[in-house]
């Protein structure tokens, strides 16, 4: 039943449009070819996708877990199976469309490299069918769908939480500080395991390492880290309310992350917890502005609300311009990357905005039915 509109913070849209774009700007290193040749990439831009991955997976964390909160209080428990529908009608439709195109269309219009034999092929499709891509691209690498398996770890997240917000009570803090300072600890372990080696048979061994490494890709604490966010800003705390909007504070902020990326080693110990908190305090300073006041914030707030499909179709979009351009009268190599990289732009937003309109907005409306807190995400 419909109890509110809350929920929708026009800000997150532009932090997701933002954060889509350094997936973008990463990948674009990866994909571009032209007849000049290659050229040298600074290692922050190399980079700029795992910072735009880890940012989703916060945002993430705070978005849902606001939500679950916010429908827990409202009408007295939460309900995982409409929360389930909800998020299939929202991420499903694209997902499965682009694991569709990637197995049975792309490979015959695209150039794409060996993924290895057809029964590798079949047990992949298989893991994407069942919604386990971060398993998959264990078995081939194709690169217009690579990239879900992020997706992978989100919906799982998504799978287990529900369940857990519902049946936790006042020691939902408690279950925070332990899922976001136990991966660090597993971490550790795996470390130790590697240089040292267990008493186990080797199957056993490599099973337990599988294990962790799974554990460790899924990059848990961002999620916490946005969960607890959430709990912050439902509860209101006087500390936080009096530094909510602080332009010092934001500053401050996007200077850590600033210095976390330049001098912090991304897949180091501990490091995805830190720049998770950084990450969770920004979006609790920026929660309360509203960027559509501004002409150019409404363009970027639009923007945001296509970014699932600038993040699902970029690759595809990347892998073409590239073969174009590979093709190109011959340019200093820095004009080919620049012409490249706008033209990817432009055919990204414009395929994302096509998607958006007339394919993702009729599973979108389909949401309403079961929206027991109303919003837009």
Partial sequence: MPVSKAGYFPILDLLRLIASLCVVLAHSTVFFRCAAGTIEISPFVLRAGYYGVIFFYTLSGF????LLLKEKKAIGTIAPGAFYKRRALRIWPLYYLIVLL????F???LPMPDAGPMDRWKSALLLYLLFLPNVAAFRIYLPTCFHTY?????EQFYLVWPFLLR???????????????????????????LSHGLPFPAKVTGGIRAVLTFINYSNVPAFIAGAVGAVLYIERKKMLISVMGNRWLTGLLLVGILYLMYAGRPGSWGYVNLLSIVYALLILN????????SRAGKV?????????????????VLIFVSF????????PAAVAYLLYLFLSLVMIFLVSAISYYYFERFFLRKKERFRPVMSRE
């Fill in 107 to 109: 490979p015959y219009l």
């Fill in 63 to 66: 978005l849902i877990t606001y």
């Fill in 102 to 105: 990637s197995f049975f269309v």
């Fill in 300 to 316: 970027m707030v639009a923007g945001g609300r296509i970014s699932y499909g600038i993040y699902i179709y970029h690759p595809a």
């Fill in 150 to 154: 992020t997706i992978g770890y989100e």
């Fill in 286 to 293: 920026l929660i309360g502005w509203d960027p559509a006041l």
């Fill in 324 to 331: 174009l351009m590979a093709r190109a009268p011959a340019m």
């Fill in 167 to 193: 049946r936790v009570g006042k020691r939902l803090m408690v279950l925070l500080g332990v899922l976001f300072f136990l991966p660090p600890v597993l971490e550790a372990a795996h470390l130790l395991i």
